[in-house]
C-alpha cells in the first residue's frame, strides 16, 4: 500500500511538472493496483508479512518504472519529455545493483525478492523497447518481448519451466538491455550507432537466452519407453487335404462278438525245493605256536 500511494503521488508530480495527460495517469494507475496485487499475491504464498530490506529497494525501482510507463504512453499523443525520461530511467537501473547489495549484507535474499527485481528489469526493458521502436524499428520490440515469450513457451513446454542455475553473466545481459535502450532514447548517437548499440543489444539477449533454453533442453525429463511384447506365434495348422483323400470311405469296423472267447491255459508255476546244503568244512584248531604269538587269540582274517 505505501508502494501504491507513492505511485500515485510521483504521478501527481508528473502531472505538476510536465503535464502529465490522461492516458498516462490511466496506465500509471493500473500498473501500481496490479504490482501492488501480485505483490501482496507473493508475500502470502511466501509466507511473509512484510518486505525486507532489499524488497524496499526493489519496490522504489518498481515506482520509478511505473513513472517511466506513464511517460511512454503519454508520448504516444505528443512529445515526450526525453531528458525526465532518461533520468528516471538511469536511477532505476542504478539501483539495480543496490538491491542485491542489500539483501546479502542483511542477510535477506529470499526467492520472492529475486523474481521481483527480475520483473521490474524485464518490465523496464519492455517499455523502453516501446519508446524506442517507432523510431529505430519493429524489431526493437523483439528485446522487450523476449522474456514474455520465453513464459509463454514454458506453458506449452513444461520442460522450459525448469531450475536455472544462478549465472552472472545473465545479469550483465539484463543489465546492458536497459542502459543500451536508455541510450537510444536519449538519441545522442548518430542514427547508425544507434542502430548497432540496439543490434549488440539484441544479440546479447539472444545468447543468453539461447544458453539457458539449450541448458533446460540437454536437462529435460525424457518420458521412459515401453518395448512392445511381440505377440506369440500361433501354431502350424495341418495344410488341408485334397477332396480326394476326404472323399474316401473308412472301411467298417467289424461288431464286438457276444459269444466267449477260450483264453488260453495258464503257465505252470515252479514251486521251490528245499535244497540240502553240504555241511561246513572242518577247520583245524590252531597251532600251539600261532596261539603264542597271538596272545592266546585266534584272529578270524582268513588269510591268517
Known sequence: MIGLSAQLVVLAALTATVGLGRAGWLVGTGYAVVTCLALSRGLRRAGASRLGPADRVTLTRAVLVGAVTALVVDSFGRPAPVGLLVTVSAVALLLDAVDGQVARRTGTVSALGARFDMEVDAFLIL???????????????????????????????????GSLPPRYWRKVVAAAQGVL??????????????????????????????????????????????????????PPTAPPLPAAATARTVPPVPAPVAEPVALPPRLPVVVPSTVALPPLLPVAAPAPAMAARS??????????
Request: aromatic fraction near 10%; charge should be positive.
Open 181 to 234: 535502450l536508455a541510450v537510444a532514447a536519449a538519441g545522442v548517437l548518430p542514427r547508425p550507432w544507434t542502430t548497432l548499440v540496439l543490434v549488440v543489444a539484441l544479440a546479447l539477449l539472444v545468447e543468453s537466452f539461447g544458453r539457458d533454453v539449450a541448458w533446460l533442453w540437454r536437462r529435460r525429463p525424457t518420458p521412459r519407453r515401453v518395448v512392445p511384447v511381440p505377440a506369440a506365434a500361433p
Open 127 to 161: 517499455v523502453l523497447s516501446v519508446h524506442v521502436a517507432p523510431a529505430a524499428g519493429g524489431w526493437v520490440l523483439a528485446m522487450g518481448l523476449m522474456r514474455y515469450a520465453f513464459v509463454a513457451a514454458s506453458a506449452v513446454l513444461p520442460w522450459l519451466s
Open 295 to 304: 596272545g592266546g587269540t585266534v584272529h578270524s582274517d582268513w588269510r591268517l
